[in-house]
Each structure stands twice: as structure tokens, then as C-alpha cells.
């Protein structure tokens, strides 16, 4: 069973504009955490914010926000004031399990965000 | 402030020949991933070392892959006989023993393409 659900292939959002990429997932643990990650077209995954799920704020890094719906199953990812170089592919992620133990990332298929001027 | 580094970046190879790759963590950090990344798809985890000990494989590891981590440090990813099946970014990720939530690093990946 897919375990993390990205259903918008793309996205579009003009520059200083706020976007939100959806997320949604699918676990029977009580205690695991959500990822999101940015992957430019160079390739690399960037880590961009962490929620785990005993969290009860909202994560914030900067001009990242996740928005956390535990009962609905969803971690969505924020990102106002879009820039320039936001566009790339975001993906969210989640690792069964508390930190401390195995840490295998379950990825889903990725949001392609392009930011136009 | 090093990385995680991979090597190599790319490598072009023929159906049959065996590839070898390098995942150079973050010093100090102990525990090390192999994902394999195929078109238009998320990462899929591969196999996981915490030190030297490899603890977990997934089952897309195939006989024809192996991963070491002979010292604890640096880790080599081998195919054997290549398929064109393998054709994939392959990446690296390492995270600290002591992280509050155990963020994976992530290298900057090596890209097989086997023709």
C-alpha cells in the first residue's frame, strides 16, 4: 500500500506569492515523522523541515511551515513569499518508528513546483 | 563543512559490466543509506548501515547488489552484471547517532546509466 500520497504532479505559483504542496500519508504507528525535502535540478535532496508525530506546534523553518492534520493524515508543506529559486521538486517523506530507531524514509512521488517572475 | 559526497557522479556503463560506487557520510555520522532513484519517482530505500553492520536490505536488493561498510566509515554499492534496469540516480544519505529526529544527509547522488 503506497504509504505517502503527493497527488499534484506540478504546481505553478508566481514570485511573493504563497503556495501550499499537499501530502498525505498512511501509517499504523503511533510514533513516526514527516519529512519534506526539496530536490533541485542538480540532484541533491535538501532537507527543508521536519514534523514528528507527537509534535502539537506546527514545524516553522523560515519560509517553510508544515501543516500538521494528524487525524486527517496530512503534512503539508507551505512555502510564502515564493522565490525564484523554489522551483524544483519537493517531496514529502515519512520514517516509521521513533528517532532512535531504524530510520528508513518512505518518499512519495514528488510535487514539481516552477515559480515564474 | 563537508557533506556527503558520492563517486562517482556519473557513470555510463554496457549491460553485463559490473559498476562500483563511493558514499563518503558526514564524519561522525554513523548511520549510512543507499536509495535508488528512478525517473519521475521518489527515493526507494535500499539498505541501511549503522557502523559497520549492514541492518537492513530492502527486497529490491537484488543478488547482483552488494553494500559494505568495511570500517564504519566510508561505503561502496556494487552491481553486478548490469541491466538496463539499473538505470537510476543512486543516492547516499547519513544521519548523526544522536539527532533529535535523525535527518538524512543526502549526497549529491551518481547516475547510472547502463546502455
Redesign the interface.
Known sequence: AQKITQTQPGMFVQEKEAVTLDCTYDTSDQSYGLFWYKQPSSGEMIFLIYQGSYDEQNATEGRYSLNFQKARKSANLVISASQLGDSAMYFCAMREGGPQGFQKLVFGTGTRLLVSP | DTGVSQDPRHKITKRGQNVTFRCDPISEHN?L?W?RQTL??????LT?FQNEAQ??KSRLLSDRFSAERPKGSFSTLEIQRTEQGDSA?Y?C?S?PPD???????????T?LTVL
Open positions: 548511520r543509506y536509495y519521475g519517482q521518489g527515493p526507494e530505500f541501511y541492518l537492513e540516480m543516492l544519505a544521519s539527532g533529535s529526529y535523525n535527518e538524512q544527509f543526502f549526497g549529491p547522488g547516475r
